[in-house]
């Protein structure tokens, strides 16, 4: 069992409303998707439950999604089944990318969601950066999602609990992180993320995973990309604002 095996099966509930339906979550990224041409291929390589792999197949692009955790490839799979989208889902951490695919394959990369803080310190990070950038044909992009840990950081241990019940599928839950901050960037962080769903009886079920995680700087980052032939183009990083997007080309 992997980290997000047992996230997997409540994932719905740390979705926002906005990206739950496929077709909105590709909406997100039109200004990318505006420089893909007709037929491109994509590649989402941290799926999770594959609201944007669909979206993008529904687009009509053709795609494959990845992520290191099988339960998620499952649900990715099932997704596009339900809305009868071409999606093919491999499981497949970042380091193993290479091994699946051939390189300069992919006109756009995907890793969003706050997932690449999952790559375990600066050597894993450049590892999946570096399987990322060989998969993207010369002048394919990178788009990434990230935390701005800059303000996570700054706001160190603490317990985030929601403020509203979150409602999926007919079920009401809490949903709650518990964020380990430690003393130092490069030292291993960890975010436990509990989904406490209550029924109509007033019992609660409880399902929770503990994961690492190891932040970056922005500036961090972008020598990272730079190290693996990665050229930032344009970004919406802002020290106030929770995340940001970051486009890079290979060049
Ligand atoms: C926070 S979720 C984001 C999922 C999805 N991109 C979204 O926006 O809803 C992070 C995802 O990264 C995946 N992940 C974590 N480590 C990974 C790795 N080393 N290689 C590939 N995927 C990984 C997890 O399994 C999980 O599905």
Request: net charge negative.
């Amino acid at each position: 069992m992997t980290d997000y095996d047992v996230l997997a099966e409540v994932y719905e509930w740390l979705i926002s409303d906005a990206k739950l339906p496929p077709a909105d979550f590709a909406a997100s990224f039109d200004d990318v998707l505006s420089l893909l041409p007709p037929n491109a291929h994509v590649l989402d390589c941290s799926c999770g439950t594959g609201q944007l792999a669909v979206g993008l197949a529904g687009r009509g692009m053709q795609v494959v999604a990845t992520d290191a955790s099988e339960a998620m490839v499952r649900r990715t799979a099932e997704l596009s089944e339900e809305f009868g989208a071409s999606v093919r889902a491999v499981r497949a951490n970042w380091e193993e990318l290479p091994d699946h695919f051939v390189d300069d394959t992919f006109d756009m990369v995907f890793c969003v969601g706050n997932s690449l803080h999952h790559a375990a310190g600066t050597t894993g990070r450049s590892a999946a950066l570096e399987s990322m950038s060989r998969l993207l044909r010369p002048g394919g992009r990178l788009v990434l999602t990230s935390r701005t840990w800059e303000l996570v950081r700054s706001r160190g241990s603490r317990l985030d609990i929601s403020n509203q019940l979150v409602r999926r599928n007919g079920r009401d839950a809490v949903v709650i992180y518990r964020w380990d901050i430690a003393p130092h960037w490069e030292d291993e962080h960890h975010i436990e993320i509990a989904i406490a769903q209550v029924d109509a009886t007033g019992s609660v079920q409880v399902r929770s995973e503990l994961l690492s995680c190891w932040p970056y700087q922005y500036e961090q980052l972008n020598a990272d990309l730079h190290r693996v032939g990665l050229r930032t183009e344009a970004s919406t990083f802002n020290l106030e604002a929770e995340n940001y997007m970051l486009v890079a080309s290979k060049e």
